[in-house]
């Protein structure tokens, strides 16, 4: 009997919706919300707005893309946390009205695991175990994936997660929010040895980012004050720089993890996924060690909701439902509910 999954996705700033047919993705439809930029972040209650704005028309046009109406659907997944909860709870209510309507099951997803899990949507697909670097602008986590259903936190940052590092990097650098993909842009013209910032000295496979952010914010103000336009006229350079100096961050991590763990199988997911000098470095790094090396496609790395209908499918077969009085939460413990 083939199943037909409606994935909903509203955890920050992007409203999205999804269709997966058999375990294949039908369409994979996303709203961004470009109101933040001003502000130099996202705002939530400008967020929960834009969601209640867009889910009817990202939902009916997914659906139109798959071909299908809502009397195909056999479940409803939908992110339950961790986010904004104003945010999660467009989505929530959206997701819960359907099913209810609709008389079919309804299904939570860890919006973590989901990043985790985007790696199932197509072929290479990573065998278990795998190890993923899960980076997004609320996470940084190396996580053991045992099954789909079974997976271990073995570090994950103690202040900001490297996608918020990036942000406020560029933050500092006059870019505006979300300036992530902005560093990564510049730094492409940029020489990435220009300048260093230093690495933090942190146990284990545990992170952290707020050392390198003070570096880069006291060097940034040392040269500004000796010339106004240091930034200006370094700017690829400065960007070329961050992001070497978080890059190294992580993947020095995921080295010690992988000879920790002896897995050879590593995989990365979250928006930070899309940064060319990860995507790289990685791979070369993995030639170098001889490991099997998985990354997303783009539009699987920032957040979606294809990746929230490949979760809900594999809790779908092993018949994990949720209750109708589900409620979101902004902040769920562990990697999968
Ligand atoms: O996973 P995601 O889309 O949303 C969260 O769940 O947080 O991640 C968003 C984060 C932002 O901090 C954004 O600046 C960062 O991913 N990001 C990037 C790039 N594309 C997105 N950071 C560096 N380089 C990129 N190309
Ligand atoms: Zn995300």
């Not at 269709?19 to 001003?38: D, K, P």
């Not at 704005?53 to 056999?74: C, F, H, K, Q, W």
């Not at 860890?110 to 993923?132: G, N, R, V």
């Not at 496979?205 to 103000?221: E, H, I, N, P, R």
Request: charged share 15%.
């Amino acid at each position: 009997m083939p199943v037909t999954i409606l994935g909903i996705e509203s955890s920050c700033d992007e409203t999205a919706a999804a269709v997966l047919i058999n375990g294949q993705i039908m369409s994979n439809v996303i709203a961004g919300q470009s109101v933040h930029e001003q502000y130099g972040g996202v705002v939530p209650e400008l967020a929960s707005r834009a969601h209640q704005a867009n889910i009817v028309p990202v939902v009916t046009v997914a659906l139109s893309r798959a071909g299908i109406s809502l009397a195909d659907l056999d479940a409803v997944a939908f992110t339950q946390g961790p986010g904004l909860l104003g945010a999660l709870m467009v989505g929530t209510a959206y997701a819960k009205a359907l099913a209810i309507s609709l008389d079919i099951p309804l299904i939570t997803v860890h919006h973590m695991q989901a990043h985790i899990l985007a790696h199932l949507i197509e072929d290479p697909k990573p065998a278990f175990p795998f190890l993923c670097l899960t980076v997004s602008g609320g996470h940084t986590q190396i996580v053991r994936v045992n099954s789909a259903m079974d997976m271990a936190i073995l570090g994950q940052t103690i202040d900001d997660a490297a996608g918020e590092a990036f942000d406020k990097c560029a933050k500092m650098l006059g870019l505006p929010y979300p300036g992530g993909p902005l560093i990564d842009k510049y730094a492409a013209q940029g020489n990435a040895q220009a300048f260093d910032f230093g690495e933090p000295k942190i146990q284990g496979l545990d992170f952290s980012f707020s050392g390198f952010k003070t570096s880069v914010l006291y060097f940034l103000q040392e040269q500004t004050k000796k010339n106004p336009d240091f930034v200006k006229n370094n700017l690829n350079d400065l960007c070329a720089s961050v992001q070497r100096g978080i890059v190294e961050i992580l993947l020095r991590k995921v080295k010690r993890a992988a000879k920790e763990t002896g897995i050879s199988r590593i995989a990365i997911s979250g928006g930070v996924s899309a940064n060319t000098a990860l995507r790289k470095n990685l791979t070369d790094m993995g030639v170098a060690l001889g490991w099997e090396v998985f990354i997303p496609k783009f539009e699987y790395c920032t957040d979606n909701a294809a990746m929230i209908a490949i979760t809900g499918y594999q809790k779908f077969l092993a018949g994990a439902f949720a209750r109708y009085d589900v409620v979101p939460m902004a902040r769920i413990p562990g990697i999968y509910i």
